[in-house]
């Protein structure tokens, strides 16, 4: 790889890439081949999309800029670097727009975890297709192609909770040329490289990872036509955003089918149109996995680690969690259906090896981060679940085949390797290195992994000796038989089987450790009465949650199709769903029975349940009867 980055002296190992027409002109470039726009602050930490692609791009010998967070209300501000010689790449950032602004209840967040000091309303809501727009109106005729999780999870036909509304694809939207979805690295090189080549951007129409927009008679040929980049040769039709909108079990088979296509190794083409004779959208097969080699390679990027010195004297808190977090793996197979860690980054678990993990360890240590020194301590040695570091499919031959949605569902596959061995290893390792104080795991622990994977008890007693500062984040996310199968999570005894190893390990390594499980209210299938059930389990074992998740049905996921169809999209049977805003309160009240702030709404909800019994001052009750009001 060819790292054309100079070297500069202060604070700072590497130049940042320009944002600026006075930053471009200091490295002696006349024009950029790339422009990124991002609607996060510019951190250049590997942990933050827009940058890490960007930098991905620089190491491949392009000449790459970044835009973060301009002002959408003017297209001058996507002039600041010229006009790009390729295309533009725009992001929302590391979250959608609007589940980066908006709660649950539909109100503003206190801040943006992802702009300087945590202001709000630097970036606009929906801004992948703000952006996009505006880039177009900046250079006429400049290829935009739009990606990360904003991009990637509204990229078919899909339910918007902020608007409670059945919105089309993003692409269709934005009226950009391309939509790369998924983990981006291979589809937006190969972009680069057939751009540079010479290609126009209307020939990119078989990248991997790639979504592209087609006109009514382009999209009427493709439904008529085999595919020939799959070995059986078929296109999959989705129902139309017409018949999903005005049909809610077209919506849920829709979601099904999408699901049901996500493996990159037996994946087959999609289309999707408006209508029957309307525009669509071609979605080709997943892009491949990245081995441990090119793993390795994204994290050896020279990265400073720290914001742009443009916001000198402020802080972007999202970096003030990562800024000293080491990632060894993304992607997950745990399929849960409320969470879109899956749809985005894949089932298959993409590996560091441990040589660089150390060596982006050391480089940690070196570096002084903006805010303080290296203090000898990692924050989390994880990933988006804490172990599942090289767990894979036992043969690629089943790998290749195989549609299951989780791997851990109902039951662990009898072909995953569930060996925590290579992950024992590696935080022996990490802990090991001079200068290392504390190495924490502050990512979720997968529970029945530990309880029924292979050195499983072995892991659990590295874990609690000597990577738990005191607390242990889970996720058992509610006792419900039947919610917990919706969620496709384990049962709530493989949790409590845990928090009994959990009790025992932390005794024999000599620490009062504890763990701090993760609660959802308000999922598809979850009742007043199963809440009810939730909070005396709560109650019996002395839990009080401070962090509860009150259920958001983000785009794409299958909960989101439960939440809008009211079907299970596997069975398509019906499920049972707090719609209402009330109905959510009410639910989340009950998981916090011990908040005084909480017991009129969590009296009202034993009231509508029909559960008085459970109001009064004994031991048995969850929360004290209304104070009477004094008397005139």
């Not at 010998?61 to 967070?69: C, L």
């Not at 499919?393 to 085949?401: L, M, T």
């Not at 662990?412 to 290579?422: A, F, I, Q, S, Y």
């Amino acid at each position: 790889m060819n790292k054309l980055v100079t070297l500069r002296k202060g604070p700072h190992a590497y130049s940042f890439l320009p944002t600026t027409r006075a930053e471009l002109t200091a490295r002696g470039w006349t024009e950029v081949d790339v422009v990124i726009v991002s609607g996060d602050a510019y951190v250049d930490h590997p942990a933050f999309g827009p940058p890490l692609i960007a930098r991905f791009l620089e190491g491949r010998g392009f000449k790459v800029g970044i835009i973060a967070q301009p002002d959408w209300k003017d297209p001058e501000a996507f002039r600041a670097l010229g006009k790009p010689r390729l295309f533009f790449g725009i992001s929302a950032g590391n979250m959608d727009s609007m589940l980066n602004r908006l709660t649950a209840q539909k109100k503003n967040r206190a801040e943006d975890q992802y702009s300087p000091s945590g202001k709000r309303d630097l970036r606009p809501d929906r801004a992948t297709i703000v952006y996009a727009n505006l880039a177009r109106q900046a250079f006429p005729g400049v290829p935009i192609v739009i990606g990360g999780i904003e991009a990637s999870l509204r990229r078919i036909a899909h339910y918007d909770y902020w608007s409670d509304t059945v919105r089309r694809s993003i692409l269709l939207d934005s009226k950009a040329d391309l939509l790369v979805f998924g983990m981006g690295e291979r589809p937006v090189w190969e972009i680069a490289s057939r751009l540079g080549a010479g290609e126009k951007i209307g020939a990119l129409r078989d990248i991997r990872g790639t979504a592209v927009p087609l006109k009514p008679a382009e999209a009427t040929e493709k439904s008529a036509q085999p595919s020939e980049t799959v070995a059986d040769r078929r296109v999959v039709i989705l129902p139309s955003l017409e018949e999903v909108r005005a049909d809610k079990t077209k919506y849920a088979q829709a979601s099904r089918i999408l699901h049901y296509e996500t493996n990159p190794h037996n994946a087959r083409p999609l289309i999707q149109r408006d209508s029957a004779t309307g525009p669509g959208v071609w979605f080709n097969p997943p892009a491949l996995p990245l081995e441990t080699a090119d793993m390795d390679e994204l994290y050896d990027l020279p990265f400073n680690r720290a914001p742009h010195p443009m916001y000198a004297g402020s802080t972007v808190p999202a970096f003030e969690t990562v800024k000293n977090s080491l990632v060894i793996m993304r992607g997950c197979f745990g399929g849960c259906t409320f969470c879109s860690i899956t749809e985005h980054e894949g089932r298959i678990i993409q590996n560091r090896s441990a040589d660089s993990v150390l060596r982006e360890l050391r480089q940690m240590r070196r570096q002084d981060q903006g805010s303080q020194a290296w203090n000898g301590v990692v924050s989390d040695l994880g990933g988006p679940t804490a172990n599942m570091y090289q767990m894979r499919c036992e043969d690629e031959k089943f790998e290749s085949k195989c549609r299951r949605l989780s791997c851990v569902h109902p039951g662990v596959c009898e072909h995953l390797k569930t060996d925590h061995g290579p992950l024992i290893d590696l935080m022996k390792r990490v802990r090991e290195e001079p200068g290392v104080r504390h190495v924490h795991v502050a990512s979720g622990v997968r529970t029945d992994l530990v309880v029924e994977g292979v050195r499983g008890q072995e892991y659990l007693a590295e874990l609690t000796k000597h990577h738990v500062g005191g607390q242990l984040s889970v996720a058992p996310e509610h006792v419900s038989t039947e919610t917990l199968r919706l969620m496709k999570k384990p049962g709530i005894e493989s949790y409590d089987k845990f928090a009994d190893q959990f009790r025992c390990a932390s005794n024999d390594a000599g620490k009062e450790q504890y763990l701090v499980p993760y609660f959802i209210s308000g999922h598809p299938g979850s009742t007043l009465d199963d809440m009810i059930e939730l909070a005396l389990y709560l109650k019996k074992r002395g839990y009080r949650p401070r962090q509860v998740q009150d259920f958001i049905p983000t785009p794409m996921s299958l909960a989101a199709t439960m939440y809008y169809s009211g079907l299970d999209p596997m069975s398509m049977k019906p499920v049972y769903t707090a719609r209402g805003l009330k109905e959510k309160r009410l639910q989340k009240a009950l998981l916090l029975y011990w908040n005084p702030e909480q017991h009129e709404l969590a009296r009202e909800a034993l009231v509508a349940a029909g559960r008085e019994d459970l109001i009064g001052n004994k031991p048995e009750h969850l929360v004290p009867p209304a104070p009477r009001r004094a008397r005139n």
